[in-house]
């Protein structure tokens, strides 16, 4: 048997009494309180001594730990450059070794001669074009039999010094392992006047199996 209380049945003649509908109001809403928010005091303009004290004493630290980083990375930066400026300089040492000091006149003689038996092949007023057609041929020349005194084996082995030797300038240069500047200074004009009067010989070579022969003294010769 249920223990719920049983249902008051309305009472005849009287009306249900209507539902009072409570008007909207904001008081549910989220109640603010009226002291103003205290505002954070500046340690800067603090009356407390030690409130001064504390403030300028960490900006001092903060600026402290701020130049000393940028100094490090100074100092670290100057350091590498002073580094190729090193390695460049241990090049152009051994440029002037009597081995490399040998190979550049080796090169320079042969070409020398070649040269003097051929300017009247060279046009006056030559343009570039053609000065730089007429050396390439001087070079191609100077790498047979035919191209001086010097049997070409010999003149081979001095020539193939110089193709490593500018390699490894190109090469230190190229992965910033040597100042720039400084190699450009000692070795840029004649890694140019070597490639333009061998670049026929050097690109015959790669075709004939070579494919990377003096590639390293192009780029630097002509700055690509």
């Known amino acids: 048997m249920s223990d719920a209380a049983p249902l008051t049945p309305p009472v005849a003649g009287i009306a249900p009494k209507p539902k009072t509908v409570l008007p909207e109001t904001g008081e549910g809403l989220p109640w ?6 205290k505002k954070e005091s500046n340690p800067f303009t603090d009356r407390d001594w030690r409130m001064l004290v504390y403030a300028w004493s ?12 940028a100094f490090t990375v100074y100092q670290f930066l100057n350091g590498r450059d002073e580094k190729r400026v090193e390695r460049t300089l241990d ?4 440029w002037e070794q009597p081995d490399y000091q040998q190979a550049q006149k080796a090169v320079r003689q042969r070409l020398d001669a070649l040269d003097a038996a051929n300017r009247q092949f060279l046009p006056a007023g030559a343009t570039p074009a053609e000065q730089l057609v007429y050396f390439q041929r001087i070079g191609s020349q100077a790498m047979t039999e035919q191209g001086g005194a010097m049997p070409l084996t010999d003149f081979r082995d001095q020539f193939d010094r110089i193709v490593y030797f500018l390699n490894r300038v190109s090469t230190c240069v190229s992965g910033d392992l040597c100042s720039k500047e400084v190699a450009d200074t000692y070795f840029k004009d004649y890694a140019q006047s070597f490639w333009n009067s061998f670049s026929g010989f050097i690109k015959a070579e790669r075709r004939n199996g070579a494919p990377n022969f003096a590639r390293a003294i192009e780029s630097y010769a002509q700055g690509t």
Do not use: C, N, Y
Request: glycine share 10%; no cysteine.
């Open 91 to 94: 090049l152009v040492t051994l």
């Open 32 to 37: 603010q309180s009226p002291q103003e928010i």
């Open 58 to 69: 960490g900006l001092a630290l903060r600026l402290v730990l701020i130049f000393g980083a």
